[in-house]
């Protein structure tokens, strides 16, 4: 079965580019989920979704940050414009309920440097 | 109290030892806790999950004080592949945002 799918992996980007990282969930999940994690502040839940719909973006840092689900299957997080402190790795995680909170399972991440 | 507070580490333990980890909360409304386990580089995936007093799984045991408002994480005879960081994680009440402790890193030696 495939995982969670992240794209890209890696992205090196300058200050003031447009950042676009992409998620397709696990097919029958209804819960995605956007992380953060950095050495200082560790792993971060900046927004998420049910069933497409954002529920929870108090996590997103700024206004510079946005993230949309226009489907089941695929999610993007867009960092606009990116600046040095934006550098971190970058998870997608999805999740299916049952009960009251269900295994999420995290995607390989990407990579962000920001120069 | 912070929301998730972990053992700072590193551990650094020789093969065949038992390590534990303590990792404490502070919302007394949360049901449900699990510990991730996250290799150097890769994503995290669920290793254990608590819903009662605690949960055992081959040579890691979770265990959960809710009176104390901590959990722990006990690996019997340690194995070089358990070296990896150990994240704490604490459902603040009945909704899906996690929250993560900063994790504890191990490191098994020969």
């Known amino acids: 079965d495939a995982g969670v799918i992240q794209s890209p992996r890696h992205e090196v980007t300058e200050m003031g580019q447009e950042v676009t990282l992409r998620c397709k969930p696990i097919?029958?999940?209804?819960?995605l989920f956007w992380y953060r994690q950095t050495m200082m502040r560790g792993l971060e839940l900046l927004i998420y979704f049910n069933n497409n719909v954002p529920i929870d973006d108090s996590g997103m840092p700024e206004d510079r940050f946005s993230a949309k689900m226009p489907n089941a299957s695929f999610s993007t997080l867009k960092i606009q414009p990116s600046e040095p402190r934006d550098s971190a790795v970058y998870f997608c995680?999805?999740?299916?309920?049952?009960?009251?909170?269900?295994?999420?399972?995290f995607g390989p991440g990407t990579r962000l440097t920001v120069l | 109290r912070k929301e998730v507070e972990q053992d700072p580490g590193p551990f650094n333990v020789p093969e065949g030892a038992t390590v534990a980890f303590n990792c404490t909360y502070s919302n007394s409304a949360s049901q449900s806790f699990f510990w991730y386990r996250q290799d150097c580089r890769k994503e995290p995936k669920l290793l254990m999950s608590v819903y009662s007093s605690g949960n055992e799984d081959g040579r890691f045991t979770a265990q959960l004080n809710r009176a104390s408002q901590y959990i722990s994480l006990l690996i019997r005879d340690s194995k070089l592949s358990d070296s990896a960081t150990y994240l704490c994680?604490?459902?603040?009440?009945?909704?899906?945002?996690?929250?993560f402790g900063k994790g504890t890193l191990l490191t098994v030696n020969p």
């Open positions: 995680a999805s999740s299916r309920r049952e009960g009251v909170t269900d295994t999420q399972y």
């Open positions: 097919s029958g999940h209804d819960y």
């Open positions: 994680v604490v459902p603040p009440g009945s909704n899906y945002k996690l929250t």
